[in-house]
């Protein structure tokens, strides 16, 4: 019984790869979309349900950092700080 249920699992484990494979193949927006949003959210969905509010905040701080540099670089003109901001160069 638990050897078919191991055969089981690593078949729809391989299945699975083919799967994902396929699908960033035939449809790579929306698998990097995908891909995206869950390495985002899976983080602080573990971290609300663990407790670990410290690694939340900083994740927001974070959040919140990104989406005001990735604001500034998607408005058209770009500003004249905006540049600097993206990529900060603390050597010269």
Not at 23 to 50: C, D, E, K
Request: overall charge positive.
């Amino acid at each position: 019984m638990h050897a078919e249920m191991v055969m089981i699992f690593f078949g729809m484990l391989a299945l699975m790869q083919v799967v994902l494979l396929i699908w960033r193949r035939m449809h790579a927006r929306s698998f990097n979309t995908a891909t995206l949003v869950g390495m985002w959210l899976f983080p602080a969905a573990i971290s609300v349900y663990q407790g670990f509010w410290r690694f939340l905040t900083v994740w927001m701080l974070f959040t919140l950092a990104n989406t005001y540099i990735i604001y500034g670089a998607s408005r058209q003109p770009v500003q004249v700080g905006t540049p600097r901001c993206v990529a900060n160069n603390p050597d010269k």
